[in-house]
């Protein structure tokens, strides 16, 4: 079978989603950035702009699964991402004329996170329709490895370009991301059915329902949702005080952690390149418990060692590892996703599986935070790590086992 790096199409999908995704890791650094520097913003506006951003699974993710699934699905990633250049450009334009505000910070950041949930939906149902089953594990893993390439590259280019030109207009880098996206996909041969239209359209409700319905009256989807609900509550929990504890206990500078993040990025990178041959030689489900569970051992370092150079490079191994099980683990979810909902139901089902996964973030966050107060960093992070285990507890446990059909 010819490589998808050989495909016109894809490549062109692959690029704007690699370049967007650089983008948009420089605006998760400038974004809070701009409020610190720019508007001398207290710790509390600080997190209320991340905090904002945050919700907009919660609050959008199933209504814009029912849009997705009414349109066509490359105009509705070309509007998302142009709709979000013009939100992003409008940051530094306020603050070059210096009506800049904490309010527009979060504004514009809830606002592009929640077109990002429809795109991702369509990107989903988009894919799966100009690729043929055989080759959607490839071209998912490829676009993990591209989400590994842009959290290695993204964060060093956006502390430079704060250095250079400031948080507000380091901005307008992913502002130009996104309309290089747009115009990528623009270029894109493959054609798309037009959506069926039923005589009688359902109310939009009744089409979110529908969605979610689907989600959990289904055995594999449901567990998978269960599972990575957990897993997502609690690494969002780790990582709202994991900053805090490698500073304040390990002695780590924040010139470290950032080299670290960086270095650990590429196990990424590995697990993208491997996941295609691991689901092929052993199948989906043993791979993703075995991704689930490194996921797990990639946290326990920072729990066990003490300040020093052995536990510096114990923790860069582990999350190096954890990396490479996110990719993997991603991998699977999207492809099994894509292979077990229905084409007309896939926005839906994407969006709902996100809804309840992702749902809880905000909460686990401030739960984690509240959490250290009263009992203190490393007890509330070994805590966390600890549960990490119980995700790949319910994968052995479920009837997901059972899943026996080939995503590759």
Same mark, same amino acid.
């Given at each position: 079978?010819?490589?998808?790096?050989?495909?016109?199409?894809?490549?062109?999908?692959?690029?704007?989603?690699?370049?967007?995704?650089?983008?948009?890791?420089?605006?998760?650094?400038?974004?809070?950035?701009?409020?610190?520097?720019?508007?001398?913003?207290?710790?509390?506006?600080?997190?209320?702009?991340?905090?904002?951003?945050?919700?907009?699974?919660?609050?959008?993710?199933?209504?814009?699964?029912?849009?997705?699934?009414?349109?066509?699905?490359?105009?509705?990633?070309?509007?998302?991402?142009?709709?979000?250049?013009?939100?992003?450009?409008?940051?530094?334009?306020?603050?070059?004329?210096?009506?800049?505000?904490?309010?527009?910070?979060?504004?514009?950041?809830?606002?592009?996170?929640?077109?990002?949930?429809?795109?991702?939906?369509?990107?989903?149902?988009? #894919?799966?329709?100009?690729?043929?089953?055989?080759?959607?594990?490839?071209?998912?893993?490829?676009?993990?490895?591209?989400?590994?390439?842009?959290?290695?590259?993204?964060?060093?280019?956006?502390?430079?370009?704060?250095?250079?030109?400031?948080?507000?207009?380091?901005?307008?880098?992913?502002?130009?991301?996104?309309?290089?996206?747009?115009?990528?996909?623009?270029?894109?041969?493959?054609?798309?059915?037009?959506?069926?239209?039923?005589?009688?359209?359902?109310?939009?409700?009744?089409?979110?329902?529908?969605?979610?319905?689907?989600?959990?009256?289904?055995?594999?989807?449901?567990?998978?949702?269960?599972?990575?609900?957990?897993?997502?509550?609690?690494?969002?929990?780790?990582?709202?005080?994991?900053?805090?504890?490698?500073?304040?206990?390990?002695?780590?500078?924040?010139?470290?952690?950032?080299?670290?993040?960086?270095?650990?990025?590429?196990?990424?990178? #590995?697990?993208?390149?491997?996941?295609?041959?691991?689901?092929?030689?052993?199948?989906?489900?043993?791979?993703?418990?075995?991704?689930?569970?490194?996921?797990?051992?990639?946290?326990?370092?920072?729990?066990?060692?003490?300040?020093?150079?052995?536990?510096?490079?114990?923790?860069?191994?582990?999350?190096?590892?954890?990396?490479?099980?996110?990719?993997?683990?991603?991998?699977?979810?999207?492809?099994?996703?894509?292979?077990?909902?229905?084409?007309?139901?896939?926005?839906?089902?994407?969006?709902?599986?996100?809804?309840?996964?992702?749902?809880?973030?905000?909460?686990?966050?401030?739960?984690?935070?509240?959490?250290?107060?009263?009992?203190? #960093?490393?007890?509330?992070?070994?805590?966390?790590?600890?549960?990490?285990?119980?995700?790949?507890?319910?994968?052995?446990?479920?009837?997901?086992?059972?899943?026996?059909?080939?995503?590759?």
């Amino acid at each position: 079978m010819r490589s998808l790096w050989r495909d016109g199409n894809f490549l062109l999908f692959w690029s704007g989603r690699t370049v967007s995704l650089v983008g948009s890791q420089i605006t998760l650094l400038a974004l809070p950035m701009a409020a610190i520097i720019d508007l001398d913003a207290t710790p509390f506006e600080v997190s209320l702009v991340i905090t904002v951003a945050t919700a907009a699974p919660l609050l959008v993710a199933l209504p814009a699964g029912a849009v997705v699934d009414r349109v066509r699905k490359r105009r509705f990633m070309v509007v998302s991402d142009v709709l979000s250049c013009l939100a992003l450009l409008s940051i530094p334009l306020a603050s070059h004329s210096g009506v800049l505000t904490v309010v527009q910070l979060a504004l514009v950041g809830f606002f592009c996170a929640s077109l990002d949930i429809g795109a991702e939906s369509a990107r989903m149902s988009y #894919l799966r329709d100009f690729l043929d089953s055989g080759r959607l594990v490839e071209g998912n893993s490829k676009i993990g490895g591209a989400t590994s390439l842009a959290r290695m590259a993204g964060p060093a280019l956006g502390g430079a370009l704060v250095g250079l030109i400031g948080a507000a207009t380091s901005i307008a880098a992913d502002a130009t991301s996104f309309l290089f996206s747009a115009l990528t996909l623009t270029f894109i041969k493959h054609r798309e059915a037009r959506p069926s239209r039923p005589a009688t359209r359902p109310r939009l409700r009744t089409e979110i329902s529908a969605g979610l319905r689907y989600v959990l009256a289904h055995d594999t989807l449901k567990t998978l949702a269960f599972a990575g609900a957990i897993s997502a509550y609690l690494l969002t929990g780790v990582g709202a005080i994991w900053t805090t504890y490698l500073v304040r206990e390990l002695h780590w500078s924040p010139a470290g952690i950032g080299v670290m993040l960086a270095v650990s990025c590429a196990g990424g990178l #590995l697990g993208s390149v491997v996941t295609r041959r691991a689901f092929a030689k052993y199948g989906v489900f043993r791979v993703l418990l075995w991704a689930t569970l490194a996921t797990a051992i990639g946290e326990l370092p920072v729990i066990l060692v003490g300040p020093g150079t052995a536990g510096r490079l114990a923790v860069g191994a582990g999350y190096f590892v954890l990396m490479g099980g996110l990719v993997v683990s991603n991998t699977a979810q999207v492809s099994l996703q894509q292979a077990l909902s229905p084409p007309e139901l896939l926005g839906r089902t994407s969006a709902s599986y996100r809804w309840l996964t992702w749902g809880a973030r905000p909460v686990a966050a401030a739960v984690a935070g509240a959490g250290t107060t009263v009992f203190g #960093l490393w007890p509330v992070l070994a805590i966390h790590v600890v549960l990490l285990f119980v995700p790949a507890a319910i994968l052995i446990a479920s009837a997901a086992r059972s899943v026996s059909f080939e995503l590759t």
